[in-house]
C-alpha cells in the first residue's frame, strides 16, 4: 500500500503492487457490506482513498489476477502499460480428475454416501461467500433430488465475519443434518474435491477464487456467482453456469440441472479442466511473474504485459 510506496521510494526501490481482493483502488472494500454504504461517510471514504491513488500511481507495475481488478486499476487512473494480468495458478498435475477407485476413496475417508451426487464448497466459511444462499438452495435440491448431497469444507472459526455456526444451525433447522458434512478445516482439500460431482461457488464479493481454479482442474463443473473474477474462471454454459448473485432460486435450478444430468456434468467438466490447464496452470503463471520482475528490474517502470 502506501507505506510501502512511498518507503521504497525513498530507499530508491521499485515497486509492484498487487491487490488480493475487489475494491481496492475504488474504496470499495472499505465499505461494502456496512451500515454506512452510500453516506456521505462512504463519500468520503472513497474520496480518501483516491487522493491516495494519486500516490500509488507511481508504481512501477501493476498485477491484476481478474478482469475486474484489471478494470479497476485503469478507472483509478493507472496507465495501461503498467498493468499486468496474471491471474493465481494451481497444481494441475497435483488437482487432477478423480478415477472411480480415487472418487469411491475419497468418498469412504469423508464419510460420504458412495452412491451420491456431492456439491461441494471450499474456502472459509464466511459472509460474503453466499454460503447462506448455497444452503437454501440446496434445501430445495434436496426435496427434488434424494441423492444429493452437500459437503462443505472449511471453517469460519475465530474470524469476526464468520458464519460457521449459522450454517450448522440451519443445516439442523430445515433438517438436513444428514444431507449436508461439514468436514471443518482440512489442510489438503484435494480429496474433498475427487470426492465431488459438482462445485458451489457463490461468493458474491471474489477477487477471482482459487477454490474454483482447482475445482475446475479437478473437472468439476460449477455454478458460480457472476461476479468479480469468477467470471475470468468459469465459461457460462461451457464449463459451468453463472448465476445473479444472491439469487437463491436461480441457484437451485442450476444445482438441480446438473445433479439430474450426469452427461451434463461429465461435459462441462471437461471443459473446466481445459480452461484450468490453458490459463490457470501455476507454471504459466511463474513465467508471467518472472517477466513482470525482469521487465521492472530492467527498465524500472511498468512492463508492456497489458492484457489485449
Request: charged fraction near 25%; proline fraction near 5%; charge should be positive.
Amino acid at each position: 500500500g502506501l507505506p510501502g510506496v512511498l518507503a521504497a521510494r525513498a530507499a530508491g526501490k521499485r515497486v509492484i503492487l498487487q491487490p488480493e481482493v475487489n475494491g481496492e483502488m475504488s474504496g470499495e472494500v472499505y465499505t461494502w457490506g456496512q451500515p454506512f454504504a452510500g453516506t456521505p461517510l462512504d463519500r468520503a471514504i472513497r474520496a480518501g482513498t483516491g487522493a491516495r491513488n494519486l500516490f500509488l500511481r507511481d508504481a512501477d507495475a501493476f498485477v491484476a489476477m481478474s478482469r475486474r481488478i484489471r478494470e479497476e486499476f485503469l478507472a483509478s487512473g493507472v496507465p495501461v502499460e503498467k498493468v499486468a494480468l496474471i491471474p493465481h495458478g494451481v497444481d494441475t498435475a497435483r488437482f487432477h480428475p478423480a478415477s472411480a477407485d480415487e472418487r469411491r476413496a475419497a468418498r469412504a475417508r469423508l464419510g460420504l454416501p458412495a452412491g451420491a451426487c456431492v456439491i461441494a464448497f471450499t474456502g472459509r466459511l464466511l459472509r460474503g461467500k453466499g454460503l447462506e444462499d448455497l444452503l437454501a438452495a440446496f434445501a430445495k435440491v434436496a426435496g427434488d433430488a434424494p441423492s444429493a448431497h452437500l459437503l462443505i469444507v472449511g471453517s469460519g472459526a475465530g474470524q469476526a465475519l464468520s458464519v460457521e455456526d449459522d450454517l450448522r444451525a440451519a443445516a439442523l433447522r430445515e433438517g438436513l443434518a444428514t444431507r449436508v458434512t461439514f468436514t471443518g478445516r482440512l489442510d489438503d482439500v484435494s480429496d474433498a474435491l475427487r470426492a465431488a460431482d459438482v462445485f458451489a461457488f457463490p461468493s458474491v464479493y471474489e477477487a477471482l477464487g482459487l477454490s474454483l481454479i482447482e475445482a475446475a482442474a479437478t473437472g468439476l463443473p460449477a455454478v458460480g456467482a457472476r461476479t468479480g473474477g469468477i467470471v475470468d474462471v468459469i465459461e457460462d454454459g461451457a464449463s459451468g453456469w453463472l448465476v445473479s448473485p444472491g439469487d437463491a432460486l436461480e441457484l437451485a435450478a442450476r444445482l438441480r440441472a446438473l445433479v439430474g444430468d450426469p452427461a451434463a456434468r461429465v461435459r462441462l467438466g471437461a471443459r473446466a479442466r481445459e480452461i484450468a490447464v490453458d490459463r490457470f496452470d501455476e507454471a504459466r503463471a511463474l513465467v508471467r511473474y518472472r517477466a513482470l520482475l525482469g521487465e521492472v528490474a530492467r527498465r524500472g517502470k511498468g512492463p508492456q504485459l497489458a492484457a489485449r
